[in-house]
């Protein structure tokens, strides 16, 4: 019991420790290099090189991102100086083999049984294949792996530093866009840093691989001249003896020594060569191999013609047979997983509020079909609070089983919406339309379209910034979300559009960032009246009170109604409890813009915060008092509130007006933001809610404990048609 708790405390100790071992092992490379090491303990040192090598060749190959093997610089530095250091002890020992008198039989394990049995395992008993084999693996590992990987590692290096730029400015045009969250940009951008310093280090590393490709040919090359020297001149053995020997063990020496190094070399080369990609190596590689079985049935027929020339024919024919039968499992297969996906009707995951439902696979035949006979008839009376429809060349971004992370992606737009408006959206039904275009993808709100784009997946939407020089060749389109120009470009162009100071943004990125702006643009209408007593009731949990004085003096539709016109212009409610006070202040409740701007008023501090820029300061353009009065002129009072009676001619010279400052204030890299005064504020969001829908307009009166920087001044524009009228030259 103790003899077990005390290797228990033992094994706790070295595992909080372990940060020591790089320490200790330094301090013993040092000691080797300057104390005679037995045979026996270099024996233990060349199989623990050796182990060393096959491990980093392995997690080379099974880690799906170089990322994860960040340390691999300086590990391929420790286990160079490890065989050098190594190199240092066995030529000791090789060229002090005779001292003491031993007999030359007796000093052929004077370096070791390892060294002695690479001697002679390998090179067969035969000094002169060791030399050949040795030359071989150096000529292989020299001129093939160790060039190439530092060439990749060099390339590799450039390229990413020249991408910064251009990554970063994707990973902000996501996170403006709503793809991501700050938590998951922060993120990104390390992995961008890390990414650099990783191929940065790799092409400073790669360069000890040549310099130990050559230290191994000058060291055989001194081992085997001072062995000639110390046996011929100091032991006096024959000449046939002395070169037997010492080329033997030099041999034996620089073949256990530089299989590792060639080991390393190659886990470099594919550590470099595979690029930043999360993928297994070895997954990815059969799979692509076998991605095709065409090929695979050409090259079984080529090896089978084959078989009519001298070749020996036994090797060609179980080749090609395995090659054929390989091609028709996979074929066989594909065909079995094709019928078991027809079959599938529908998965759900109610949890995180996504439905995602194969609209056109059949129930019952596996065959696609468009008609809505084949549908349930509750698919036919329920109307979907929002839905995302999706042409066939789009299912691979939202079927999980082929990869597609959609489903997951909008289950965190649904707590990032929530989180940020104070509101928990509908679920998100998804289904595939084989009568929409392949491309093409569809967002309805309520059954009725909202918004709708195309994306091409295995492209790339490279879209112009403000400082991007020179056009990229592709299909020419839009951003979806935003309406800034873009092009649609192919992966290998990646790195000239980051370079032309492009942001680059992937297919789902940009379906995910169409469907965020989407669902904040139109989050009042996804408000329903259940939705509305579900918040009620928790707060009533909280203040019953003010629920209950409340409910009594209002319905819950006019309630229903003052937060959907909030969430109309992104004004989060999720202070429910300072809305509600302020809707119990206000004596005219059946007067909604009247309700509104005053709980607008009460939640004036979190309107100004939320519209700052990183300094602090509300970055602003001020509405000029001729398109104040303008606006004025045409406002109307009914019994529902306040109505906008503003002719075509009149609302386009507002906007014209307002869009000119609105310019200038964006070249600032600011957002959207007008003040006027509290008369027109409503009426002017109105007029500018189809064209500007991410405009924000703030009346003065709602400014607080916040620095106004104004920008510019929006002026009405210029008439545009001859004999056009205002609101008063009508009257």
Same mark, same amino acid.
């Given at each position: ?15 909080? =420790? ?43 190959? =099974? ?29 000791? /020992? ?75 400015? $994707? ?30 280090a790799m092409d400073g590393a ?36 002395? /070169? ?57 027929a080529f090896l089978g013609l ?13 080749? +090609? ?40 696979? $059949? ?7 468009? +008609? ?15 839905? /995302? ?10 079927? *999980? ?25 509908? *679920? ?42 020179g056009t990229l060749v592709g ?114 409740? =059946? ?40 606006? $004025? ?35 600032? +890299? ?62």
């Amino acid at each position: 019991m103790d003899q077990g708790m005390t290797f228990e405390r033992a094994i706790n100790w070295a595992v909080r =420790h372990r940060g020591l071992a790089l320490s200790v092992a330094a301090a013993l490379l040092v000691l080797v290099l300057l104390v005679p090491l037995p045979s026996p303990v270099l024996d233990l040192l060349l199989v623990g090189n050796l182990a060393l090598s096959a491990v980093i060749l392995l997690t080379a190959i =099974h880690v799906r991102s170089p990322l994860e093997f960040s340390v691999f610089p300086s590990v391929l530095l420790g286990a160079t100086l490890l065989r050098l250091v190594l190199n240092v002890a066995s030529t000791r /020992l090789i060229l002090t083999s005779g001292a003491g008198g031993l007999a030359i039989d007796e000093a052929q394990y004077a370096a070791g049984r390892v060294v002695y049995a690479f001697s002679e395992f390998v090179t067969v008993g035969s000094w002169q294949v060791g030399v050949i084999l040795f030359a071989i693996i150096v000529i292989v590992q020299f001129v093939v792996v160790t060039k190439g990987s530092t060439r990749i590692s060099e390339v590799a290096a450039r390229f990413v530093l020249d991408a910064m730029p251009g990554r970063q400015m $994707a990973i902000d045009a996501d996170l403006s866009s709503g793809a991501i969250t700050q938590e998951q940009a922060q993120r990104r951008r390390a992995e961008v840093s890390r990414e650099a310093d990783f191929y940065g280090a790799m092409d400073g590393a790669s360069r000890f691989l040549r310099g130990d490709a050559i230290a191994g040919i000058l060291i055989i090359l001194v081992n085997i001249l001072g062995g000639l020297y110390v046996g011929l001149v100091q032991y006096g053995w024959s000449w046939a003896e002395t /070169l037997s020997l010492f080329t033997r063990l030099t041999v034996g020496d620089g073949l256990v020594t530089q299989v590792p190094a060639f080991l390393v070399a190659v886990a470099a080369a594919l550590t470099v060569s595979r690029g930043p990609t999360r993928c297994d190596l070895g997954e990815t590689l059969v799979g692509q191999l076998t991605a095709r079985p065409a090929v695979l049935g050409i090259t079984a027929a080529f090896l089978g013609l084959l078989t009519l020339t001298s070749l020996p024919k036994l090797p060609l024919l179980m080749l +090609g047979v395995g090659c054929g039968g390989l091609a028709w499992l996979l074929v066989w297969r594909r065909g079995n997983e094709g019928s078991g996906r027809g079959t599938a009707a529908e998965a759900e995951t109610a949890g995180e509020g996504l439905r995602w439902a194969p609209a056109a696979v $059949a129930r019952t035949g596996g065959r696609p079909t468009t +008609g809505a006979g084949e549908q349930d008839l509750e698919d036919l009376l329920t109307v979907d609070a929002m839905r /995302l429809e999706v042409g066939y060349a789009l299912v691979r971004l939202v079927e *999980p089983s082929l990869g597609g992370a959609i489903l997951e992606r909008i289950a965190e737009l649904r707590r990032r919406v929530a989180g940020e408006l104070g509101v928990l959206i509908p *679920p998100i039904r998804i289904r595939d339309n084989l009568r929409m275009e392949a491309h093409g993808y569809v967002i309805y709100i309520r059954g009725a379209r909202a918004a709708a784009g195309r994306i091409y997946p295995g492209q790339l939407l490279a879209v112009a910034g403000d400082q991007a020089e020179g056009t990229l060749v592709g299909r020419e389109t839009t951003e979806p979300a935003f309406g800034s120009p873009a092009v649609w470009i192919a992966p290998a162009q990646r790195a000239q559009a980051e370079g032309m100071d492009y942001a680059v943004i992937e297919p789902a990125d940009v379906l995910m960032g169409h469907l965020a702006q989407t669902v904040r643009r139109r989050c009042g209408e996804l408000l329903s009246r259940r939705q509305v007593t579900d918040l009620l009731d928790r707060l009533r949990h909280r203040v019953p009170g003010l629920v209950d004085e409340l409910t009594q003096r209002m319905s819950m539709g006019q309630v229903q109604r003052v937060l959907q016109a909030l969430l109309r212009e992104a004004v989060p409610i999720r202070d429910l409890e300072t809305i509600l006070e302020a809707l119990g202040e206000f004596e005219d409740v =059946h007067d909604l813009d009247a309700m509104v701007e005053h709980v607008r008023l009460a939640l004036a501090r979190t309107l100004c915060q939320s519209w700052c820029g990183d300094d602090g300061k509300l970055w602003c353009v001020t509405a000029d008092p001729r398109l104040e009065d303008a606006v $004025a002129s045409c406002l109307a009072r009914t019994s529902r509130g306040t109505t906008v009676t503003a002719g075509p001619e009149l609302a386009r010279r507002v906007i014209d007006g307002v869009e000119a400052a609105l310019a200038q204030l964006r070249r600032r +890299g600011c957002r959207g933001v007008i003040l006027c005064t509290p008369a027109v504020r409503s009426a002017l969001r109105q007029i500018l809610a189809a064209s500007e829908p991410d405009v924000a307009v703030l009346a003065y009166s709602e400014i607080e404990s916040v620095e106004v920087e104004a920008v510019a001044s929006a002026s009405l524009g210029e008439r545009r048609l001859a004999g056009a009228v205002s609101c008063e030259e009508r009257e």
